[in-house]
């Protein structure tokens, strides 16, 4: 993208702001649950896919309408469930992504203890005090959830909404 004056704007890479940091730190503390949305179809996924195709080929051999209803009503979950888990994958990979991408290794130790691996705050002062005082893990912890941010702004990711799933 070109501006008026002749210069490239990479506004994709601009610092973000207290807002954008807050939903990838949302995103973070939702990546627990992600993941075990994600594991969970996994491990039914058999099932649900003999649910739908037992279901389509009922619903062809049976004139009845209410079980017809009842059987469309199991392939319409099985799919919600297939759509979520997928959504829910492609964001817990992001994350992951986002965290491998920070370029200083104890921030990113920090946001991968705290949040990927969801310790507490104090667990994570505990596993990652050497000797540091806990206004420079605040620091790195800040640091990695600001390149997270960026990261997942320049992905387009930010715009996401969380509250009733992730979509």
């Known amino acids: 993208m070109v501006n008026g004056t002749g210069s490239a704007t990479f506004q994709f890479l601009a610092k973000p702001n207290i807002k954008e940091k807050k939903t990838a730190q949302q995103m973070l503390r939702k990546y627990k649950e992600l993941k075990l ?67 200083d290794d104890e921030s990113k130790q920090a946001i991968t203890l705290r949040y990927l691996k969801g310790h ?27 390149s997270v941010a960026q990261t997942l702004k320049m992905w387009g990711m930010l715009e996401w909404e969380l509250d009733g799933g992730t979509e």
Do not use: P, W
């Open 37 to 103: 949305v994600v594991e969970d179809f996994r491990r039914h996924e058999e099932l649900l896919k003999q649910t739908i195709y037992n279901s389509e080929s009922t619903r062809r051999l049976d004139a009845d309408e209410l079980y017809a209803n009842k059987t469309a009503n199991a392939v319409q979950l099985a799919q919600n469930q297939k759509r979520a888990a997928e959504k829910c994958d492609l964001l817990r990979n992001a994350l992951e992504r986002a965290v491998d991408m920070i370029g």
């Open 120 to 146: 507490t705050y104090s667990e994570t002062l505990y596993y990652m005090n050497r000797g540091d005082k806990s206004s420079t893990i605040d620091r790195r912890i800040n640091d990695g959830l600001l």
